[in-house]
């Protein structure tokens, strides 16, 4: 068999295997950008709570700020992730991977300051700092490999990576040697 083509995987920068909830929070990408970054996040709504449906609900403008008091900090916030994994390895898609999603914030990356701009950003369903689960590892190493079919990838980093100081996650629970093993990617390529 040979290996599925990359226009087999993706339609315009979506994944054929990822569930689709349209985000309005997108832009487009700087003219000419090489999309050569994977940032990893976690993120959980509110904090630590995990199979709810409050994350999809924030990157698509619906999430109702008055259902949790942890939402008030929150209120208003227009953000996006091009992927977001849940703990059983489900894996939704945002925003097309050809356009900017909002998801890094201020950030620079070996010199490149908003990552935003040149980067694909995945959200783990998790608490930054804590352990994530077998199947989150399964489907980010699956659709980062589909990633890197398509795009230019060079490097994964973390949040915390990008933007140290102000963001912790995916935090000391991700297992990034995990990833070099599952990738096959060169040491270089993680933090
Ligand atoms: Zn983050």
């Keep these: 068999m040979p290996a599925p083509t990359a226009s087999a995987l993706w339609q315009e920068g979506w994944y054929r295997f990822a569930r689709r909830a349209d985000s309005p929070n997108f832009g487009p990408r700087p003219e000419g950008a090489s999309i050569d970054l994977i940032v990893v996040h976690s993120i959980s709504l509110p904090p630590g709570r995990y199979g709810g449906d409050e994350v999809q609900q924030l990157f698509c403008n619906t999430l109702d700020w008055d259902a949790h008091p942890y939402f008030q900090s929150i209120r208003g916030l227009k953000v996006?992730?091009?992927f977001?994994?849940?703990r059983g390895g489900e894996l939704w898609q945002f925003v097309s991977c050809d356009q900017r999603a909002w998801h890094a914030g201020a950030s620079s990356h070996q010199g490149r300051e908003n990552c935003n701009d040149f980067s694909i950003g995945i959200e783990l369903e998790g608490l930054e700092g804590q352990p994530f689960e077998p199947s989150q590892y399964e489907a980010l190493a699956g659709v980062s490999a589909a990633i890197a079919q398509a795009y230019p990838i060079r490097h994964m980093a973390g949040h915390e990576h990008i933007a140290p100081g102000r963001k912790a996650d995916p935090g000391a629970g991700f297992d990034w040697p995990a990833m070099h093993r599952s990738l096959g990617?060169?040491?270089s390529?993680?933090?």
Excluded: E, G, L, V
Aim: hydrophobic share 40%; no cysteine; proline share 17%.
């Design 80 to 82: 996006s992730a091009h």
């Design 84 to 86: 977001y994994i849940r």
């Design 185 to 187: 990617w060169p040491r």
């Design 189 to 191: 390529a993680f933090p």
